[in-house]
Each structure stands twice: as C-alpha cells, then as structure tokens.
C-alpha cells in the first residue's frame, strides 16, 4: 500500500521535530506531508532541518487564509492526485500517538475508514480536565443523534481512509474552515454508506504548546455540525 500521512501544523516548534522522528522509527514505508499554516515559532524551519534527514518529508506552507478545515481539504486532494492508497490523518502534537499507525493499517482492506476512538471499550482520554472530557461526550452524542451514526467518537481526528472513499467527495463543495472539517468528512463517508471500523486509543493531553482550541472555535464547529446535516448530500459525488 502507498501511505500518506497528513500532519496540519501551526507553531508546534515543541512537537514537530519528535512527532516526525517518531513516525519514521516505524517499521512501516509512507511519505509525510506536512501543511503548515505559516507558522512564526520557528515549526517551518524545524521541518526544513528535518528534510535533510528523512527524505519522506514533504512540507506545504499554506498563506493567507488559515484553518484546520482548509489544510484538509489541501490535504485530500494531494492524496488523490498523487494516488496514494491511505491516507492517515493526525495531530502533531503526540494526542495521537504514531504507536496507533500499525493497528489502523490491519484493518485494511476491509473498510473504507478506521477512527481511532477514545469512546469506546479500552479507549480513553488522559490528562484532560473533566469540563473538556464532558465537551468531548456531549458534542459526539449532539453529533450522532443528528448524523443518525452508531460510531460512537465522530470528533476523532485520528483516522486513516482508503483513496476510492474520498474520490467520492465532492472537496470543492465542503464548507468547514477550521475544526468541523472532521464531522464533515465523516458525515461525507456515512452518506456513501462507507464500512467504518473504530479502534480503540489513549488520547494524550498535549504537554507542549498551547492548544488551538478555545470556546469561539467550540461554538463554531456545533454550529456548523447543524449546517452540515443541513447541506446533505452537496459534499458526495452522484
């Protein structure tokens, strides 16, 4: 299989160089696209360094408009052009950790989509506050009863896709700036009636760096999982 692992970055100076150092010790053959929203903390030039070492390392610095939904979108039409076979997508900030890759790749070729799931038997949160692990239940059954989904961690942004799912998205369609992008996507493999397998995984609270996520971007991504639903099927190919 031809692997593509997609890490959206912006100032993760802290993480980025172990996160990179990490996937390569895997026993596994992929290339790694980065696509960083011009960061300022000196995460660029890290990256730079890193590509001298591993000649894996594909960076993509995205300027003007920023968002996590964007670098996405960026993302998957990357995979698709260059026709890798799955793409896995995740965190730079060790929340996903790389030890997962292997147990998501067992599952394929039998599904379309593996989610790595904190909600599930075996899987759990670490280091978080009780408000956010309460935010994390709350928002997946908001998701779900709208969805209509039995997957029971639809806010996982750790997930690997096989390419023939997501060339049946329409990407230019796909609305979601920033952190909603996730629910998006899923809500895009649930109408193509994908086969979807959740795994289970410890998410790690980030030790370093500041989190992107606040109340303003909270409120956004509910309001735009009810705009999702509401657009239906303008994100799938017919």
Same mark, same amino acid.
């Given at each position: 299989?031809?692997?593509?692992? =997609?890490?959206?970055?912006?100032?993760? &100076?802290? !993480?980025?160089?172990? $996160?990179? +150092?990490?996937?390569?010790? @895997?026993?596994?053959?992929?290339?790694?696209?980065?696509?960083? +929203?011009?960061?300022? +903390?000196?995460?660029?030039?890290?990256? &730079?360094?890193?590509?001298?070492?591993?000649?894996?390392?594909? %960076?993509?610095?995205?300027?003007?408009?920023?968002?996590?939904?964007?670098?996405? $979108?960026?993302?998957?039409?990357?995979?698709?052009?260059?026709?890798?076979?799955?793409? #896995?997508?995740?965190?730079?900030?060790?929340?996903?950790?790389? &030890?997962?890759?292997?147990?998501? @790749?067992?599952?394929?070729?039998?599904?379309?989509?593996?989610?790595?799931?904190?909600?599930?038997?075996?899987?759990?949160?670490?280091?978080?506050? %009780?408000?956010?692990? +309460?935010?994390?239940?709350?928002? !997946?059954? =908001? #998701?779900?009863?709208?969805?209509?989904?039995?997957?029971?961690?639809?806010?996982?942004?750790?997930?690997?896709?096989?390419?023939?799912?997501?060339?049946?998205?329409?990407?230019?369609?796909?609305?979601?700036?920033?952190?909603?992008?996730?629910?998006?996507? %899923?809500?895009?493999?649930?109408?193509?009636?994908?086969?979807?397998?959740?795994?289970?995984?410890?998410?790690?609270?980030?030790?370093?760096?500041?989190?992107?996520?606040?109340?303003?971007?909270?409120? !956004?991504?509910?309001?735009?999982?009810?705009?999702?639903? @509401?657009?239906?099927?303008? #994100?799938?190919?017919?």
């Amino acid at each position: 299989m031809k692997i593509l692992v =997609f890490l959206p970055t912006y100032n993760e &100076k802290e !993480n980025i160089a172990e $996160i990179i +150092d990490s996937l390569n010790k @895997l026993n596994i053959q992929f290339q790694i696209l980065i696509v960083d +929203d011009n960061s300022y +903390d000196g995460t660029i030039e890290i990256i &730079k360094e890193k590509q001298k070492q591993y000649q894996n390392l594909k %960076l993509i610095i995205r300027k003007g408009r920023k968002g996590r939904g964007l670098a996405g $979108i960026l993302a998957f039409n990357y995979f698709i052009r260059n026709k890798y076979d799955i793409l #896995i997508e995740m965190d730079a900030d060790f929340s996903h950790h790389p &030890k997962y890759i292997p147990d998501f @790749l067992n599952f394929f070729p039998n599904y379309d989509l593996v989610i790595g799931s904190r909600l599930i038997k075996d899987g759990c949160e670490e280091g978080r506050s %009780l408000l956010r692990r +309460d935010i994390t239940l709350f928002a !997946n059954i =908001f #998701i779900r009863i709208l969805f209509r989904t039995k997957i029971k961690d639809c806010s996982s942004g750790f997930r690997a896709f096989k390419r023939q799912l997501l060339e049946k998205f329409n990407l230019n369609k796909f609305f979601s700036k920033h952190y909603s992008i996730t629910e998006e996507i %899923l809500y895009a493999c649930i109408l193509n009636k994908a086969k979807i397998k959740e795994i289970p995984i410890i998410f790690y609270q980030r030790a370093y760096g500041e989190s992107k996520l606040n109340f303003k971007k909270i409120l !956004n991504t509910f309001l735009g999982i009810v705009r999702i639903v @509401l657009r239906g099927k303008k #994100i799938i190919k017919k």
